[in-house]
């Protein structure tokens, strides 16, 4: 249980960072490459083993991380055009559903037991989630080339959650699980570089020391989140369905009270009416799980 805490708090601390960055006008593309290379040496470190016997690329779970980093950098791209294009609120209600996908893979692939409190649960959790996230003012006028981005979102942050689950069930062994997170981080960081350099090419890029500090405050979170989520995932006693709802629904909680603490947010009446069933799905999935 203290890993799937863990990951909470790490997830957390992302999501504050990301507000912070805001007030201090930190270029968000720059911080995230910076951040992907620092997780990456993270679990390099981490792992230890320098040995070519034991190269990443070695392991039957190498090109599927690969892909998984690659994925990491096109999501959040999509994420920042979707709320450009359509608000914060669609961008975020979309990253949180996508926990259904998992969910629902654990039921039907590794024939998860589908108890009705787990069921009730899960169900309110979803729909804490949904309202938590929906901010009121928000009211974009949606064209249908636009509805398409938040559905990739959705597809695109539930086969993430998915693809680790399917891996770490699969294929990563328990002593793998830095050098497989940092693989993920590395290819995600090769691919933001890329980019960069393709921007690049198109018009002048200035890598100002603030976006890298950024991201080097933002690349030790973010290792750990996916670190101790794996090993939530482990824990013996619960099922995949459980780690991914608890994980999502406490981050909404522990989010929303940093924000209200720390930077005065003001939330509106169905925002406190999906906390409420948040911690209702938690008590409920806590006590009959």
Do not use: H
Not at 83 to 97: E, H, I, P
Not at 113 to 125: D, F, Q, R, S, W
Not at 177 to 197: E, K, N, Y
Not at 219 to 246: E, H, K, M, W
């Amino acid at each position: 249980m203290i890993s799937l805490i863990l990951s909470i708090a790490s997830s957390t601390a992302i999501l504050t960072l990301f507000k912070v960055f805001g007030r201090f006008q930190v270029n968000t593309f720059q911080a995230i490459v910076t951040n992907y290379i620092v997780a990456a040496s993270c679990g390099f470190i981490a792992y230890g083993s320098l040995a070519a016997t034991d190269a990443p690329w070695q392991k039957s779970w190498f090109i599927p991380a690969v892909l998984l980093g690659v994925l990491f950098i096109s999501i959040f791209n999509l994420m920042a055009l979707t709320a450009q294009r359509l608000g914060l609120s669609v961008v975020s209600v979309a990253t949180k559903m996508s926990v259904a996908i998992p969910i629902v893979f654990g039921f039907l692939y590794y024939k998860e037991l589908a108890t009705v409190p787990k069921l009730l649960g899960i169900g309110l959790a979803l729909l804490a989630l949904y309202l938590s996230s929906k901010k009121g003012k928000e009211n974009p006028k949606l064209e249908l080339r636009d509805m398409a981005l938040p559905v990739l979102v959705f597809l695109g942050s539930g086969i993430i959650d998915t693809s680790i689950k399917f891996l770490e069930e699969d294929r990563v062994g328990a002593d793998e699980v830095s050098q497989f997170s940092a693989t993920i981080f590395a290819a995600a960081a090769l691919s933001g570089v890329l980019l960069l350099l393709v921007k690049s090419f198109k018009s002048k890029v200035v890598i100002a020391p603030k976006n890298l500090l950024a991201g080097v405050a933002l690349g030790i979170p973010n290792y750990f989140s996916i670190y101790f989520l794996v090993q939530a995932l482990r824990i013996p006693y619960l099922d995949s369905a459980t780690v991914f709802t608890l994980n999502n629904i406490a981050i909404v909680i522990a989010a929303t009270l940093t924000g209200i603490l720390l930077f005065k947010e003001q939330l509106s009446k169905q925002n406190w009416l999906g906390i409420i069933l948040a911690v209702s799905s938690i008590a409920i999935i806590a006590y009959f799980n």
